[in-house]
């Protein structure tokens, strides 16, 4: 049973050509000399030619067109798919990110608007300048009038202390006026005069008062008093306040006229400075009681020309202090114009 | 496109095409490409399948998915067997997928499908030997369709055996790669196919 079962296959292997030559001679041999295998073979080759005469089925009409369009179809929907997923959301970042630009530079423009309306073309200038070049940034100093000196312990140490750590001018100049846009405008225009108005490092303007702080040499604060001279008619009171080596404290000038400004700021040395401040103090609060008014009437002598003498240095010791401590020709000034 | 293709094609006769090529073009987004390999082996495919499953409409469904897959995965192709094999790979597993599926579709008597002068004659033929050549006999459509519902008798795996070897004239080498067995499965299967199929047909005209 076993054999027919393998003879079958190789007739069958024979019939469809799959047999090497020795085999298929075998099995040709076979079939020639065995009646039952050739039985076999002539019924599967009738098989065979009945099932090789069935004619072949052909594809629907439109198959192609068919098979194409669900292609395309297929083809269109991964498109609009990968559209939603990568395109879509790409699209909308971009569209969020240019929304954003556009909101900042809006806000940048109207900024810029704001600015010009609001702040004065002077501070915006120095706002601008001082962006541009931090490094030529001026140091407000009468917030700490002696800030670079050292303490007094540490000074005791130093050789020559005067010399490494000359005391600067600190002046407050402070003028109350009945016109105080025109006083405004005159001082602005001694700063531009004198050269000074890049020096200046504040302008707070408030309502009713303007505050101009300036750092400079002692010449230039000597040559901008000088100019400030024609203000005084315009003030109805000035006060001037000299710094002295201790922070916060100043000798205050009443009255100060600006001769006596000029003259105290003129002065060659801290102590020489101190000193000519005080005695004006003195008589400026004395006219203010008119007891000197009074005289200086009868002697028909404006309280203008009254200056106290200079001091007479006669020791050599003072001259050497005096000379010490020269101020090295730093100078920080504030000028607050007030408006009654 | 499509009937330019076609006019072509008739019109040259059995033409040599370079089916490398037109796989490599098919598979970069060519549709004549993809047309001209659908023309060339959508008759075989439907009939393969049409002889396994047995139903035109469904041989038809299943060929357009069998051709739209195997053009899908061209990116996946590469190219160990030919393109046919490959094809009609996708085409049988797609078929016997179906038929499992449809497994419960009970199929009708063949007696009640062919007169007595179609079983007489088919007796002659295969049982009695007094005809030699079928062609005549095979082209009743009776006897067309006492074979086919003789093949849908038989075990789905020996029914694409037989049909790729005795209808679609595939070798055994070929045989065993689309439906990925070995060919001494290969040659048993189309033994006892052949022999269960002879025997349903036998069994049938008696």
Known sequence: MKDMELIEELLNSYIDGELDERKANEVKRLIDNDMQVRDAFDSLSRYKKLMASVSPAAAPEAFCESVAGRLERQILLEDTSGYHHHAGSRHLVIRRLMTAAAIIVLMAVLSVIVLDVVVPKSSRDKFVNNTLNKKQKLQVLYEKPFADVKPAEEAVVAVVPQKSSPVPIVAKLTLVTDSPVETDWLVGKALMNTGLFDKTVEIDRKTGSVKYVLNCGRDSLVSLLGELSFIWPKCTDAKLQIGTEQPGQYVTVNNVTSQQALEICKADSYGQRIRIANDIAVINNAAAADVLATYFAKQNTGSDLLMPEKPVLTSPEKTQQSTSDNSGGKANLTIMVIGR | ?206
């Open chain 2, 1 to 206: 496109m499509v009937k330019f293709i076609q006019e072509q094609l008739k019109t040259a006769g059995n033409i040599s095409i370079d089916e490398a090529s037109l796989v490599a073009q098919a598979r970069a987004g060519n549709m004549a490409s993809v047309e001209k390999l659908i023309l060339k082996y959508q008759d075989r495919v439907y009939n393969t399948i049409l002889k396994i499953c047995g139903n035109e409409a469904d041989a038809a469904e299943l060929a357009q998915d069998a051709f739209v897959r195997a053009i899908q995965g061209l990116k996946d192709f590469r190219g160990q067997s030919s393109f046919y094999t490959w094809l009609f790979r996708i085409a049988v597993n797609l078929t016997f997928n179906f038929c499992k599926k449809n497994s419960k579709v009970s199929f009708q008597s063949l007696q009640e499908e062919t007169d007595e002068e179609t079983n007489r004659q088919l007796k002659y033929y295969l049982i009695d030997k007094n005809i030699q050549e079928p062609s005549e006999l095979a082209s009743k459509k009776e006897v067309q369709g006492l074979i086919l519902k003789a093949l849908e008798k038989l075990d789905p795996q020996q029914r694409a055996v037989v049909v790729l070897r005795d209808i679609e004239q595939m070798s055994y080498n070929e045989i065993a790669e689309t439906l990925d067995m070995e060919i001494g499965t290969v040659k048993s299967r189309i033994t006892r196919g052949r022999r269960n199929l002879r025997e349903i047909l036998e069994a049938a005209i008696q």
